[in-house]
Protein backbone atom coordinates (compact mmCIF):
# COMPACT_ATOMS: atom_id res chain seq x y z
CA UNK A 1 0.00 0.00 0.00
CA UNK A 2 1.35 3.43 -1.17
CA UNK A 3 2.32 5.58 1.79
CA UNK A 4 2.78 9.20 1.84
CA UNK A 5 2.79 12.82 4.04
CA UNK A 6 -0.01 14.73 4.79
CA UNK A 7 0.85 18.26 4.09
CA UNK A 8 -1.84 19.33 6.27
CA UNK A 9 -0.56 17.57 9.19
CA UNK A 10 3.19 18.59 8.35
CA UNK A 11 2.07 22.19 8.60
CA UNK A 12 0.49 21.87 11.91
CA UNK A 13 3.46 20.17 13.10
CA UNK A 14 5.78 22.94 12.08
CA UNK A 15 3.63 25.53 13.57
CA UNK A 16 3.92 23.77 16.71
CA UNK A 17 7.53 23.75 16.60
CA UNK A 18 7.85 27.02 15.78
CA UNK A 19 5.38 28.94 18.32
CA UNK A 20 5.94 26.07 21.32
CA UNK A 21 2.24 26.13 21.91
CA UNK A 22 -0.74 24.11 20.47
CA UNK A 23 -3.19 26.50 21.56
CA UNK A 24 -0.84 29.49 19.59
CA UNK A 25 -0.23 26.88 16.59
CA UNK A 26 -4.22 26.70 15.92
CA UNK A 27 -4.40 30.39 16.50
CA UNK A 28 -1.83 30.68 13.21
CA UNK A 29 -3.08 28.49 11.32
CA UNK A 30 -6.64 29.36 12.14
CA UNK A 31 -7.49 25.56 13.54
CA UNK A 32 -8.95 24.91 16.93
CA UNK A 33 -6.83 23.31 19.49
CA UNK A 34 -8.24 20.10 19.19
CA UNK A 35 -7.98 19.77 15.48
CA UNK A 36 -3.97 20.61 16.45
CA UNK A 37 -4.07 17.42 18.51
CA UNK A 38 -5.58 15.00 16.21
CA UNK A 39 -3.04 16.06 13.23
CA UNK A 40 -0.85 15.79 15.56
CA UNK A 41 -1.43 12.83 17.20
CA UNK A 42 -1.78 11.08 13.65
CA UNK A 43 1.39 12.33 12.16
CA UNK A 44 2.51 10.00 15.29
CA UNK A 45 0.56 6.87 14.73
CA UNK A 46 1.37 7.61 10.59
CA UNK A 47 5.45 7.88 11.83
CA UNK A 48 5.41 5.18 14.21
CA UNK A 49 7.49 7.12 16.93
CA UNK A 50 6.72 10.34 19.40
CA UNK A 51 7.74 13.57 17.80
CA UNK A 52 6.57 16.15 20.68
CA UNK A 53 7.16 15.49 24.66
CA UNK A 54 4.25 17.42 26.77
CA UNK A 55 3.82 18.47 29.83
CA UNK A 56 1.42 21.79 31.27
CA UNK A 57 4.00 24.06 30.54
CA UNK A 58 6.07 23.08 27.20
CA UNK A 59 6.48 21.61 24.40
CA UNK A 60 9.31 20.09 22.85
CA UNK A 61 10.99 17.74 20.21
CA UNK A 62 12.52 13.99 20.47
CA UNK A 63 15.33 13.43 17.91
CA UNK A 64 12.92 12.15 15.86
CA UNK A 65 10.58 15.10 15.87
CA UNK A 66 13.93 17.19 15.04
CA UNK A 67 14.26 14.83 12.05
CA UNK A 68 10.95 15.33 10.62
CA UNK A 69 10.75 18.79 11.07
CA UNK A 70 13.82 19.12 8.48
CA UNK A 71 12.28 17.03 6.27
CA UNK A 72 8.89 18.72 6.63
CA UNK A 73 10.41 22.00 5.74
CA UNK A 74 11.80 20.70 2.31
CA UNK A 75 8.38 18.76 1.74
CA UNK A 76 6.31 21.97 2.42
CA UNK A 77 9.09 23.83 0.09
CA UNK A 78 8.77 21.69 -2.75
CA UNK A 79 5.31 21.41 -2.89
CA UNK A 80 4.66 25.13 -2.99
CA UNK A 81 7.12 25.47 -5.66
CA UNK A 82 5.58 23.09 -7.56
CA UNK A 83 2.35 24.66 -7.29
CA UNK A 84 3.47 27.92 -7.87
CA UNK A 85 5.71 26.82 -11.06
CA UNK A 86 2.46 24.98 -12.90
CA UNK A 87 0.14 27.79 -12.43
CA UNK A 88 2.49 29.89 -14.98
CA UNK A 89 -1.10 30.41 -16.67
CA UNK A 90 -2.06 32.75 -13.66
CA UNK A 91 1.61 33.41 -12.44
CA UNK A 92 1.98 36.29 -10.21
CA UNK A 93 3.80 39.06 -11.34
CA UNK A 94 4.38 42.77 -9.96
CA UNK A 95 6.62 44.09 -7.21
CA UNK A 96 6.54 43.11 -3.69
CA UNK A 97 8.66 45.93 -1.61
CA UNK A 98 9.66 43.34 1.32
CA UNK A 99 12.08 44.33 4.34
CA UNK A 100 13.87 42.42 6.97
CA UNK A 101 15.67 43.04 10.14
CA UNK A 102 19.32 43.15 9.69
CA UNK A 103 19.85 40.35 12.19
CA UNK A 104 17.68 37.64 9.75
CA UNK A 105 20.39 38.25 6.83
CA UNK A 106 22.78 36.66 9.28
CA UNK A 107 20.95 33.40 9.23
CA UNK A 108 17.42 32.45 7.62
CA UNK A 109 16.45 35.36 5.13
CA UNK A 110 19.11 33.75 2.44
CA UNK A 111 17.73 30.47 1.93
CA UNK A 112 13.95 32.31 2.00
CA UNK A 113 14.68 34.31 -0.49
CA UNK A 114 15.85 31.41 -2.83
CA UNK A 115 13.15 29.82 -2.27
CA UNK A 116 10.80 32.33 -2.99
CA UNK A 117 12.61 33.33 -6.02
CA UNK A 118 12.30 29.88 -7.33
CA UNK A 119 8.54 30.02 -6.98
CA UNK A 120 7.90 33.25 -7.97
CA UNK A 121 10.50 34.13 -10.87
CA UNK A 122 8.14 36.75 -12.17
CA UNK A 123 7.36 38.91 -9.35
CA UNK A 124 9.71 42.01 -8.48
CA UNK A 125 11.38 41.49 -5.24
CA UNK A 126 12.54 44.73 -3.54
CA UNK A 127 14.84 44.51 -0.25
CA UNK A 128 15.24 46.51 2.57
CA UNK A 129 17.93 45.34 5.27
CA UNK A 130 18.02 47.80 8.14
CA UNK A 131 16.79 48.02 12.42
CA UNK A 132 13.00 46.62 13.01
CA UNK A 133 12.05 50.16 14.52
CA UNK A 134 12.55 51.71 11.01
CA UNK A 135 11.22 48.78 8.99
CA UNK A 136 7.78 49.24 11.14
CA UNK A 137 7.70 53.13 9.92
CA UNK A 138 8.79 52.72 6.44
CA UNK A 139 5.56 49.77 6.89
CA UNK A 140 3.26 52.55 8.18
CA UNK A 141 4.11 55.57 5.54
CA UNK A 142 3.01 53.32 3.06
CA UNK A 143 7.13 52.33 1.44
CA UNK A 144 7.09 48.97 2.43
CA UNK A 145 4.59 45.93 1.82
CA UNK A 146 5.74 43.49 4.20
CA UNK A 147 8.63 43.58 7.04
CA UNK A 148 9.68 40.31 8.80
CA UNK A 149 11.11 42.40 12.59
CA UNK A 150 12.04 41.57 15.63
CA UNK A 151 9.02 43.10 18.39
CA UNK A 152 7.91 42.28 21.86
CA UNK A 153 6.70 38.96 22.92
CA UNK A 154 2.98 38.44 23.18
CA UNK A 155 2.55 41.75 21.09
CA UNK A 156 -0.05 40.71 19.22
CA UNK A 157 0.83 42.88 16.30
CA UNK A 158 1.30 40.57 12.80
CA UNK A 159 1.51 37.09 12.13
CA UNK A 160 4.07 34.97 14.85
CA UNK A 161 6.90 32.87 12.92
CA UNK A 162 8.75 32.21 16.40
CA UNK A 163 9.55 32.99 19.27
CA UNK A 164 13.00 33.72 20.83
CA UNK A 165 14.56 34.33 24.07
CA UNK A 166 17.03 37.40 24.40
CA UNK A 167 20.73 36.91 25.76
CA UNK A 168 23.78 38.74 26.81
CA UNK A 169 26.44 38.00 24.93
CA UNK A 170 30.48 38.72 25.03
CA UNK A 171 33.58 36.64 24.47
CA UNK A 172 34.46 33.96 26.45
CA UNK A 173 37.23 35.88 27.65
CA UNK A 174 34.60 38.73 28.72
CA UNK A 175 35.18 39.56 32.20
CA UNK A 176 32.93 42.29 33.88
CA UNK A 177 33.74 43.89 37.25
CA UNK A 178 30.74 44.10 39.64
CA UNK A 179 31.96 47.76 40.80
CA UNK A 180 32.29 48.91 37.51
CA UNK A 181 29.21 49.77 34.93
CA UNK A 182 28.29 47.50 32.35
CA UNK A 183 30.00 48.03 28.65
CA UNK A 184 27.25 48.10 25.99
CA UNK A 185 27.50 47.88 22.46
CA UNK A 186 24.15 48.47 20.97
CA UNK A 187 22.00 49.37 18.33
CA UNK A 188 21.04 53.70 18.14
CA UNK A 189 17.84 54.61 19.64
CA UNK A 190 15.03 53.83 19.23
CA UNK A 191 15.89 49.87 19.31
CA UNK A 192 14.28 47.28 21.26
CA UNK A 193 17.08 45.25 22.30
CA UNK A 194 18.71 48.73 23.13
CA UNK A 195 15.29 49.52 25.82
CA UNK A 196 15.47 45.98 27.09
CA UNK A 197 18.96 45.64 27.83
CA UNK A 198 19.19 48.96 29.95
CA UNK A 199 15.65 48.69 31.94
CA UNK A 200 17.23 45.14 32.84
CA UNK A 201 20.05 46.96 34.31
CA UNK A 202 18.04 49.40 36.07
CA UNK A 203 15.62 47.19 37.62
CA UNK A 204 18.58 45.33 39.54
CA UNK A 205 20.85 48.43 40.41
CA UNK A 206 23.16 47.96 38.20
CA UNK A 207 25.24 51.08 36.39
CA UNK A 208 25.65 51.10 32.35
CA UNK A 209 27.64 53.06 29.99
CA UNK A 210 27.32 52.92 25.75
CA UNK A 211 30.84 52.14 24.33
CA UNK A 212 29.33 51.65 21.43
CA UNK A 213 26.13 52.83 19.47
CA UNK A 214 25.70 51.29 15.50
CA UNK A 215 23.06 50.88 13.04
CA UNK A 216 23.68 47.28 11.69
CA UNK A 217 24.05 44.15 13.41
CA UNK A 218 27.92 43.77 11.78
CA UNK A 219 29.01 46.66 13.66
CA UNK A 220 27.35 45.55 17.07
CA UNK A 221 29.13 42.59 16.42
CA UNK A 222 32.56 43.68 15.17
CA UNK A 223 32.71 45.92 18.32
CA UNK A 224 31.62 43.17 20.64
CA UNK A 225 34.82 40.79 18.72
CA UNK A 226 36.89 44.05 19.44
CA UNK A 227 36.43 43.78 22.53
CA UNK A 228 34.69 47.13 23.80
CA UNK A 229 31.61 45.59 25.47
CA UNK A 230 28.35 43.06 25.41
CA UNK A 231 25.54 42.86 23.30
CA UNK A 232 22.20 41.30 23.21
CA UNK A 233 21.01 39.26 20.79
CA UNK A 234 18.63 36.44 20.00
CA UNK A 235 19.58 33.18 21.47
CA UNK A 236 19.45 31.38 18.41
CA UNK A 237 21.74 34.10 16.44
CA UNK A 238 24.71 34.39 19.00
CA UNK A 239 27.91 33.71 16.49
CA UNK A 240 29.98 30.74 16.86
CA UNK A 241 33.16 32.47 18.23
CA UNK A 242 31.16 34.53 21.53
CA UNK A 243 28.97 33.12 23.94
CA UNK A 244 25.84 33.79 26.08
CA UNK A 245 26.88 35.74 29.08
CA UNK A 246 23.27 35.38 31.03
CA UNK A 247 23.46 34.22 34.36
CA UNK A 248 27.49 34.95 34.45
CA UNK A 249 28.57 38.30 36.34
CA UNK A 250 25.05 38.79 38.15
CA UNK A 251 23.83 39.77 34.84
CA UNK A 252 19.71 39.86 34.59
CA UNK A 253 17.13 37.72 33.05
CA UNK A 254 15.99 38.79 30.01
CA UNK A 255 12.78 38.61 28.04
CA UNK A 256 11.92 36.73 25.25
CA UNK A 257 11.09 38.05 21.76
CA UNK A 258 9.11 37.18 19.11
CA UNK A 259 9.70 37.78 14.75
CA UNK A 260 6.86 38.63 13.43
CA UNK A 261 5.57 39.78 9.99
CA UNK A 262 3.39 42.51 9.50
CA UNK A 263 1.41 43.51 6.19
CA UNK A 264 0.35 46.85 4.67
CA UNK A 265 -2.73 46.65 4.36
CA UNK A 266 -3.19 48.61 1.19
CA UNK A 267 -0.41 45.73 -0.37
CA UNK A 268 -1.34 43.64 -3.47
CA UNK A 269 -2.28 40.44 -1.55
CA UNK A 270 -1.07 37.77 -3.48
CA UNK A 271 2.79 38.92 -3.79
CA UNK A 272 2.72 39.39 0.05
CA UNK A 273 0.76 35.94 1.27
CA UNK A 274 3.15 34.02 -0.75
CA UNK A 275 5.98 35.70 0.48
CA UNK A 276 4.64 35.10 4.08
CA UNK A 277 4.11 31.43 3.35
CA UNK A 278 7.44 30.93 2.32
CA UNK A 279 8.83 32.49 5.45
CA UNK A 280 6.48 30.15 7.34
CA UNK A 281 7.33 27.14 5.56
CA UNK A 282 11.22 27.75 6.16
CA UNK A 283 11.43 28.68 9.63
CA UNK A 284 14.44 26.86 10.60
CA UNK A 285 14.96 27.64 14.54
CA UNK A 286 13.60 24.26 17.12
CA UNK A 287 11.40 24.87 20.46
CA UNK A 288 12.80 26.47 22.88
CA UNK A 289 14.57 24.11 25.97
Known amino acids: MERHYDLTQLRTFLAVVATGSFTRAGEQLGLSQPTVSQHIRRL ?6 PLLLRDT ?4 LTDNGQALAGFARQLLA ?3 EALAYFSAGTAMRG ?9 LALTELPSILRAFRVGHPRINLELTVTQSGTLQRRLAANHLDLIFVNQEADSGRG ?6 RLVWVGLERAQLKPDEPIPLVTY ?3 SHSRTVAINA ?3 VGRQWRITCNTREVNGMLAAVRAGLGVCVLAQTRVPGDMR ?3 GRFDLPILPDIEMALLANPLATKEPVEALSRAILDLRMVPLKP
Do not use: H, I, Y
Open 57 to 60: RNVS
Open 159 to 164: RLVRRD
Open 78 to 80: AND
Open 44 to 49: EEFVGR
Open 244 to 246: PLT
Open 95 to 103: RLRFGAADE
Open 201 to 203: LEA
Open 188 to 190: QAP
